[in-house]
């Protein structure tokens, strides 16, 4: 079992280019989300999903997308990139059908936008 | 805007001595607490969740929620150097979607 994988590793990217980070996970776990972390900002939510066909913005969503086609996969585009988009990005998931909502993470992208 | 803030550190205790981490919340409504530790070059992994109830205990860790005064603690007994990480404490409220994720404190363990 992998749990939550995310692609690329890191990734150097151009200014104005546009970039996918991908998400997976296969712990059929309803809920999914991108953080951005920051030196001394901590974990910043982008974006997140509860559940398959819906999203929903976080604190720091623009210049990002999303998409939830299913229950497995949870992109996240930029569209055109900026350098202020650089940052370490996670993934996670949680099953949100009851108890704490524990969150789980992938191992993260780190993205550098010249 | 809830907050979460945390001492940034760094944290330094000698081995074998207890860590005390803390961690303060804005938001009277939060109901859920989540101490998380991350390596550095890591990704975040769940030490322990609490309630806001009562202390919780997993082996080496106690999680102590203080609801009056807004913050919960984390204590670290028998610290060890492969504790030194950042810890990172996360609150969800009970209405809330989502979490709200303090800065981190970053732990040095001596030995």
């Known amino acids: 079992i992998a749990g939550i994988t995310q692609a690329p590793t890191s990734q150097i990217l151009a200014a104005g280019r546009r970039m996918t980070l991908r998400c997976t996970q296969d712990?059929?776990?309803?809920?999914m989300y991108w953080y951005r972390q920051d030196l001394g900002l901590g974990l910043r939510l982008i974006h997140y999903?509860?559940?398959?066909?819906?999203?929903g913005k976080g604190e720091v969503p623009d210049g990002y997308s999303v998409s939830r086609a299913n229950t497995d996969d949870f992109p996240l585009t930029l569209a055109s990139a900026v350098p202020s988009q650089t940052s370490v990005y996670f993934c996670?998931?949680?099953?949100?059908?009851?108890?704490?909502?524990?969150?789980?993470f992938g191992p993260g992208t780190r993205l550098t936008v010249l | 805007q809830k907050e979460v803030e945390q001492n940034s550190g760094p944290l330094s205790v000698p081995e074998g001595a207890i860590a005390s981490l803390n961690c303060t919340y804005s938001?009277?409504?939060?109901?859920?607490f989540f101490w998380y530790r991350q390596y550095s070059g890591k990704s975040p992994e769940l030490i322990m969740f609490?309630?806001?109830?009562g202390d919780k205990e997993d082996g080496r860790f106690t999680a102590q929620p203080n609801k009056a005064s807004q913050y919960v603690s984390l204590l670290i007994r028998d610290s060890q150097p492969s504790d030194s990480a950042t810890y990172l404490c996360?609150?969800?409220?009970?209405?809330?979607?989502?979490?709200?994720f303090g800065p981190g404190t970053r732990l040095s363990v001596l030995p």
């Open positions: 996670a998931s949680s099953d949100r059908t009851g108890g704490a909502d524990t969150q789980y």
């Open positions: 996360a609150v969800r409220d009970n209405y809330g979607q989502n979490f709200v």
């Open positions: 938001d009277r409504g939060s109901q859920s």
């Open positions: 609490i309630y806001s109830n």
């Open positions: 712990m059929r776990h309803n809920a």
């Open positions: 999903s509860n559940t398959a066909g819906t999203t």
